[in-house]
């Protein structure tokens, strides 16, 4: 059964940091480019970030310079370590493979960045 699971999220103060994880079955691991999507209240999920097997990495626009993704094979674990997070960076964050599969959400990890 595949799975992943985000865990790392919490309450932080905006100039913050939050590092998540997502740890991932190894089948889908080895093989797949590896995302992380939020979603914030009352708005539609987006991409945030993205690594391949080769650990090339892409960014949205609105987390580039403060956001980095990483991966560590021996553990099938995909990092999103941010920092000088802002208000509008609260959302839920989840992993998934690309495209997207429907059926790989998970529960997700709220961050909540306040003022």
């Known amino acids: 059964q595949v799975q992943l699971v985000e865990s790392g999220g919490g309450l932080v103060q905006a100039g913050g940091s939050l590092r998540l994880s997502c740890v991932a079955s190894g089948r889908i691991f080895s093989i797949n480019t590896i995302t992380w999507y939020r979603q914030a209240p009352g708005k539609q999920r987006e991409l945030v970030a993205a690594?391949?097997?080769?650990?090339?990495?892409n960014y949205a626009d609105s987390v580039k310079g403060r956001f980095t993704i990483s991966r560590d094979n021996a553990k099938n674990t995909v990092y999103l370590q941010m920092n000088s997070l802002k208000p509008e960076d609260t959302a839920v964050y989840y992993c998934?493979?690309?495209?997207?599969?429907?059926?790989?959400w998970g529960q997700g990890t709220q961050v909540t960045v306040s003022l």
């Open positions: 690594i391949t097997s080769g650990g090339s990495t």
């Open positions: 998934n493979v690309w495209p997207a599969r429907p059926d790989y």
